[in-house]
């Protein structure tokens, strides 16, 4: 594990759009537009290329011959409806995991609040199932918040963000991919639809 400073558009967020507490927000912003970002724990991101473009291949693979035997064993109207949706997506992530190469696990907040106060982000990179043990230390002695996630290898855990992206496997509807942005955009999008507090906004801009 190693701690790195990114930039917003480095990494990839696959929440909702809104960020939810506005008041964690608000304190978070504050301590960042005040300069003591670095009181604060750094967010927890992996690297997308942990799961490799092959087994990422062998992932959409299994997939679509999924979907084949749905259309083909159940003829599952369904299936054949998704059938491109999903080539499409995975063509869409691998697009993105370039652009962003870093997932963010834990800091929605803390990385927003860095980018709007034109800060950059403070990370923690975990490397190897290792690194999530070291994590769940930290977490009881205080060295970051929150760590929420019940997979015990890192390889299962990426999976997983990507499941929520692409959707699960073995499922036949798509992930979530339209709402999979760069913290940089996501940034954006609250600013210019006005979904944060306007003295945010406008310091945002005004830079």
Known sequence: MREIELQPEQILVPGEYKLGNESILKIYYRI?????GRDLPPVITARADFISESQRQERFERKIEMLNRQIKEFRAVDAG??????KKDFETFSVLIKKSPYYLLDGNHRSAAATLTHNPIRALEIENDDDISKIEEMVEKGGVFDFKFKEKDLYTLLSSFEDYCLGEEHA???????????????VDALVSNGDLPQYIIDKYKAK
């Open 81 to 86: 409806y998704f059938l491109p949706l999903v």
């Open 172 to 186: 036949i509807g798509r992930g979530k991919i339209d709402k999979v942005k760069s913290v940089r955009e996501r």
């Open 32 to 36: 960042f537009d005040r300069d003591h």
